[in-house]
């Protein structure tokens, strides 16, 4: 595994192609909602090229690209969420997943069985039965995952109930996250109620301060996921400022920041999503009592 | 000079309200970074001796510039401290030289002109206003604040000079850790001088490292000094005014809460180290709405959002759910607030006045100054029109205003995203 002792060479990068004399094409959030981006240039390059830089970092380039283009031949453009998963201070735990969902330029036959055909030759655990309400499934993968040598577990995200499930091909459904998402400026009172009851944070000045730090306050939406051994907060839309922010605050690795930043303004017509996991610390008796111990960014192919 | 001291005598303002609120017609110019007193909180240390600020050619063809000057009725000249700076009298001149000017301002830490001298040129060469700054009502405080032993004494003679003299004296006191205590000390020191307003800047932190943020003062520890301080003013007929402190503390004296500044004529890359601010009510307080800026970025890294101090003034339609009455259909109206379109949500400026089930569907009305139109979303039916279709769902609006429709086309997509997030209607 490449760290940052390492440098890579470069990675050709890929570009935001945009049709000639056609208006300016939407880009997708990690909702899979449209927006146009901010500014464009010649030069714009995609945001998947994160992804790739950090496929690149674990050596599973080939294999990631390989199911990118098997996804991208089979279901077209902008149906892809990605998400880079950091264990906070632990730079090569790094995890990825990508999402699905059902949106109104999903192609026919738009179904976890089908996404799960074209991950093969990776082996996909978990079905959804055709009377469940979904609004989105899921697929992780690790280094190992990738590699085919384990199989890719799979979650289902239930329509309006902020709810998602674990799919397991022997076992039934576990209940995962609850997820709630409110406008940040007038939905702030419901962001407040639900970190106020998370049993992993304690009263104290700064957890607010910390799990909403103002810079990231400028989003479409925020949300408060609760987990099975965390919470989370999620921003939605935050530009590409605000993302260098946090990959330095949650201390990602240099080279991807690195790289990200001398790109900056290519990635500039982007909107990005962010996510970090917060976990209860008993032994932190004088502070808000909890740690960060996950960080995702989101983007769309 | 006589023309504009006339003009100030017979347009006096209430004297409890700021002359300047919203300084929509002020410039300020900054030049001549260099100082002799050294204020540990000063917002230019980092380009004190480094930046040239703006040159009189700048501001020359600023000056001439009818596009640039059009409705400037005050030129604020600052630095550093512009009275050390050789070509201030040019500076002055060229703001005179502008038509639409009737303030030129000084912004001085006023220790040069006590001997009455300087003073004099500057008014006779156009100045009218000066600005003072007074960060300690003793010479210990003033000492500790400015690095200077002897700046108190400095400061107050030129304090009485100016009050002695036909211009307006302002003065301003920026509150730190070092200061605050005293700030009604400071007013009843400056009152007898009959200062035209006194102005209270939290501190900004632009220059922004540790050393700055251990001068920062707790919103609640502050708060009773302030009130104090502005207390004084009331008393005294002195107009004071507020900055960067919220405003939901300041109780009766609210309305001196004003975060504005005038234009700026200054190196670009100033700019680069302003201070954010930000207010976790900021979506649901009217006073974040006008003008208030909450607090800064560094305060709330370092004491945190204040969530718990802060008073928000909610707008009725923004007060939290528990308080709103219960609704008919509470499951209809439940669903909706998970998608945060229920009843009173924020959308852009709009907020959503009602929603109900509607033929086969469901319908919002969305308000705005007293306009509305309503959006309808139905099952989706590839037979039927719609503004947008969803996975899900048609969208639809009816007649929207004329007079709102640029804002509608802008809240329509906000709409779309929240409703995008639901996959089912509870029909």
Known sequence: MATAAHPLPQLPLWPQHRPAHAPVAPHY????????????TPDDLLSVNLLRWSWEAHGVLAEGEALLKRLREGLGANQVVWGIKQRDGQPDATSWELYFYRRPHNPP???????????????????????????????????????????????????????????????????????????PLAGIDDILARLRVSVHARPHPLA?????????????HLCVANKRQADAVYWSRVDVHQL?????????????????????????????????????????????????????????? | MARTSMRHATAAPDPLVPLERTMPHSVLVAFGFRCNLACTFCMVEDVLGQRPGTDLATFRAFARDPQHTR?????????????????????????????????????????????????????????????????GADEPTMAAITQRPGAFAAVLAGLEAIAASSARLYTNTCTVQQN??????IVRLIAPLRPAGMDFWNLWPRVDHTAMRQQMVPVAELQPYLLGALDACADARIAAT????????????????????????????????????ACLWAGVCDHARTGCSGLSHAYIETFGWEEATLRPQRHEASAPATTVAAAPDGALQAWAATLDLGVGAALLDWRIASVARHQAGVRWLLTQNQQQFAVDVRPRDDRQPAWRRTAQFDVTHGQIPDAVRQDATQVLPVFLARIELATTLPL
């Open chain 1, 109 to 183: 036959d738009f179904t976890l069985a089908r996404v799960t055909e074209l991950f093969k030759p990776l082996h996909v655990e978990g079905a959804i039965p055709a009377h469940w309400a979904w609004l989105m499934f899921s697929i992780e993968l690790d280094v190992y995952q990738l590699r085919g040598a384990r199989a890719c577990t799979s979650s289902v995200y239930l329509a309006s109930s902020g709810l998602s499930y674990k799919l397991r091909t022997d076992a039934p459904p576990e209940l995962e996250n609850h997820y709630l998402f409110r406008d």
């Open chain 1, 208 to 220: 607010l301060a910390r799990l909403l730090p103002p810079q990231l306050m400028r989003c479409l």
């Open chain 2, 180 to 185: 605050y205590r005293q700030l009604t000390d």
């Open chain 2, 242 to 277: 507020v900055k960067w402190f919220p405003r939901c503390l300041l109780g009766r004296h609210a309305n001196c809460q004003d975060d504005s500044q005038p234009t700026t004529l200054i190196d670009r890359d100033y700019w680069e180290a302003v201070p954010s601010y």
């Open chain 1, 244 to 301: 260098e922010f946090f990959l330095q605050r949650h201390a990602w690795p240099e080279p991807l920041r690195a790289k990200l930043h001398a790109h900056l303004p290519q990635f500039a017509h982007l909107q990005w999503d962010l996510g970090a996991d917060f976990q209860s610390t008993p032994a932190d008796v004088d502070g808000p009592g909890f740690t960060f111990t996950k960080s995702g960014i989101y983007g769309s192919y």
């Open chain 2, 71 to 135: 409705g400037i009725r005050q030129i604020v000249l600052s630095g550093g401290e512009a009275t050390l700076e050789p070509e201030l009298l040019e500076y002055i001149a060229i703001a005179r030289s502008i038509p639409s000017v009737e303030h030129v301002r000084i912004q001085t830490n006023a220790t040069r002109l006590g001997s009455g001298a300087l003073l004099d040129e500057l008014i006779a060469a156009g100045a009218d206003e000066f600005f003072v700054s007074v960060h």
């Open chain 1, 29 to 40: 959030d990690y909702c899979l909602l449209p927006y146009e981006p901010q500014t464009t």
